[in-house]
């Protein structure tokens, strides 16, 4: 149990301003500390998280995130969905190119947080948005 | 919106950052550092991010943005105390802090400043026109 947290449930969160970024990353931060990642693996899914949380508000026009633990019978992680219902991504590879940017940024939260997780998957069309899923295991 | 607070300590500025910034709030303090520089002539910035647990690519472009303003208004910009967790992850995210120097604790931040100081105080002399080459 952490700060009131219930982590036997998945734990959903609006993203709706840049405060709601803020709760993502506390968020993540609590599930990382409680399925016992290191140090430096919270600190890369809490920063992945920030990254497409924020992509999520800017480019998605807002969403939600659902935080789970995860268990293969040998490992605990943490596995988190952004979903939005925004314009999608079209041309995928393209947008986890570095450097990469549509919005004036850096072009480094997507293709970074690819690199800052164990797991990462994709769905995005302009129909349904786009749907992230990412996944960090303990060592 | 929090604010993060600017000490003047000297000829310093220091920013101790103490909350998760939320971008908002980051690009608040750029203005206000901005503003801060002009008001107090202050030469140098030191940024504390001892108490960040991550720095994103926002905070990242945010520090970045404070050194290039910084220099514009003639002070030195120095971030202190990240984590080499924190370290470790930008690297991999990918992001080069560009142009920032950097110092384990807000003391050695100080000192450098007050060097990077003095070394331009030198250039400055080195660079005046020489009195007895000058006269016709
Ligand atoms: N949820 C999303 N919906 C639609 N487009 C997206 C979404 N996420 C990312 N993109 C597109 O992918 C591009 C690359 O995203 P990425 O996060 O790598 O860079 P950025 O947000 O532009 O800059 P940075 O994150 O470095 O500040 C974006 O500019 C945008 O065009
Ligand atoms: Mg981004």
């Not at chain 1, 968020?27 to 500390?33: D, S």
């Not at chain 1, 690199?115 to 990412?134: H, N, P």
């Not at chain 2, 220099?71 to 030195?76: F, G, S």
Request: aromatic share 2%; with cysteine.
């Amino acid at each position: 149990m952490t700060a009131g947290i219930d982590l036997g449930h998945p734990q959903a969160q609006a993203i709706r301003s840049d405060e709601d970024v803020v709760r993502v990353r506390q968020l993540v931060r609590a599930v990382a500390v409680a399925v016992k990642l290191s140090l430096v693996d919270q600190t890369k899914v809490v920063t992945a998280a920030s990254e497409l949380a924020r992509n999520t508000l800017v480019y998605g026009g807002g969403g939600a995130v659902e935080v789970t633990i995860v268990d293969n019978g040998r490992r605990k992680g943490v596995r988190i969905v952004f979903a939005d219902s925004g314009p999608g991504i079209p041309d995928l590879d393209l947008a986890l190119t570095d450097g990469y940017t549509t919005g004036g940024g850096l072009g480094l939260g997507l293709s970074g947080a690819r690199r800052l997780v164990d797991e990462f998957g994709i769905e995005t069309s302009a129909a349904t948005g786009t749907r992230i899923t990412v996944t960090k295991w303990s060592r | 919106m929090e604010r993060v607070p600017i000490l003047k300590i000297g000829d310093i500025l220091l920013v101790s950052i103490q909350l998760d910034m939320s971008d908002q709030t980051a690009v608040q303090l750029q203005e206000d550092l901005a503003e801060r520089i002009v008001a107090t002539g202050c030469h140098g910035v030191i940024i504390d991010i001892t108490a960040l647990d991550i720095v994103d690519s926002f905070v990242g472009r945010m520090l970045s943005t404070i050194a290039s303003i910084s220099r514009v208004l003639d002070a030195e910009t120095v971030v202190a105390g990240m984590r080499p967790a924190v370290a470790i992850t930008l690297v991999e995210l990918g992001l080069s802090l560009n142009g920032i120097r950097t110092a384990l604790n807000v003391e050695r931040g100080m000192e450098l400043i007050a060097a990077a100081r003095a070394d331009e105080l030198d250039h400055q002399l080195d660079d005046d026109p020489d009195v007895e080459t000058a006269t016709p």
